[in-house]
């Protein structure tokens, strides 16, 4: 069993940045495929990158290229989110999640297994 947790959340001002990231335990593979959702009070759960779990091949949704940029650690088996230039809209609950046949979707019925997720406060 998949076990994800992430950490590094918190509160930042418009403009600042921060990292957060998600450590996983349990059996997987390098054909698996890790992504980080958001979803903010009444909104959707929005995809937002994803990296293959080898540490190649990454994709980021539009709203956030160039400033989110998604990395593997293999030593410390954990995916980051680096986030800068940050918008009251990035707001939300950052969840990662393990999709178990390595395909790069952004829907987020495609994925197994979820982190508890980690709040995200960007104030203006």
């Known amino acids: 069993q998949v076990q994800l947790v992430e950490s590094g959340g918190g509160l930042v001002q418009a403009g600042g940045s921060l990292t957060i990231s998600c450590a996983a335990s349990?059996?997987?593979?390098?054909?698996?495929?890790l992504g980080w959702f958001r979803q903010a009070p009444g909104k959707e759960r929005e995809f937002v990158a994803a990296i293959a779990w080898i540490g190649i091949g990454t994709w980021t949704t539009d709203s956030v290229k160039g400033r989110f940029t998604i990395s593997r650690d293999s030593a410390k088996n954990t995916v980051s989110l680096q986030m800068s230039s940050l918008k009251p809209e990035d707001t939300a609950v950052y969840y990662c999640a393990l999709n178990t046949r390595g395909v790069y979707v952004s829907d987020h019925a495609w994925y197994d297994y979820w982190g508890q997720g980690t709040q995200v406060t960007v104030s203006s």
């Open positions: 349990g059996p997987t593979s390098n054909g698996y495929v």
